[in-house]
């Protein structure tokens, strides 16, 4: 993790501070349970792996989560175990960005024990609606919380999403560490103590694959020491 990704995480970690230290008498000890996806196994270790529209889709060398052109998109998705006291859930991952006339994209999503689903997508296209733009969406169900259109430039970056108490920030690093986007928004709803489980997502059309790497998830929880 460069010194530029840990910034939001650290920002994360202060909001929580300053809530716990508002809690007078107690004393609390800050955690963070990470897990990292293991592309190789992930199958046999529960993961679905859902190609969701056709079989255009695969995890390719173990290492990454892909969708191939035409028409590929798929879901891996599990349910987890929140930690008692979670304030926030981060996930990130790695994906490429690249050329496709009808468009790509991939995200992440969590889907809370009622059912309610928020998300982040990053994605281009270059025939319809905002098009050749970088867009970055942070979702509640099939609504827009945020839809941010950036200077379209192709390569591969590090994205960091944090679902915390009602509220989504998100966060995309250049594969030369520089910050390109940053976003906080509302999301009313949204607990992180009722997440039920998360998903990871990537979609093409045409053109090119779409791919993601590095995938991982990190709970943010406090337990008391006294």
């Known amino acids: ?4 990704r840990m910034i939001l995480t650290m920002l994360v970690l202060l909001a929580i501070i300053l809530t716990i230290n508002a809690q007078a008498s107690d004393e609390y ?9 293991d592309l190789s196994t992930a199958v046999s270790e529960g993961w679905i ?22 028409d590929g998109r798929a879901f891996l998705t599990n349910t987890v175990t929140v930690p008692a006291n979670t304030t926030a859930l981060v996930m990130e991952y790695t994906g490429a960005l ?15 024990n009622n059912g309610e689903e928020y998300g982040f997508q990053s994605g281009m296209n270059s025939c319809c609606d905002n ?8 979702r509640h169900g099939n609504d827009f919380l945020s839809h941010i259109l950036n200077t379209l430039t192709y390569g591969v970056y590090h994205y960091t999403v944090v679902f915390a108490f009602n509220e989504i920030t998100a966060q995309a690093e250049n594969s030369q560490g520089e910050i390109v986007y940053n976003s906080t928004v509302s999301a009313p709803g949204l607990n992180p ?3 039920a489980s998360i998903k990871y997502w990537v979609y093409t ?4 694959n779409s791919w993601m790497k590095d995938l991982s998830y990190s709970f943010i929880h406090h337990e008391k020491t006294n």
């Open 29 to 37: 000890s800050l955690q963070m349970t990470t897990e990292n996806v």
């Open 1 to 4: 993790m460069t010194m530029k």
């Open 193 to 195: 103590a009722d997440i």
């Open 131 to 138: 098009k050749d733009t970088h867009q970055l969406m942070i």
């Open 98 to 112: 690249q050329n496709s006339y009808w468009g790509q994209n991939t995200g992440v999503f969590v889907v809370l």
């Open 49 to 70: 792996f859902d190609k969701y529209y056709n079989d255009n889709a695969d995890i390719y060398q173990g290492t990454y989560l892909r969708a191939n052109q035409t």
């Open 205 to 208: 059309t045409s053109n090119n």
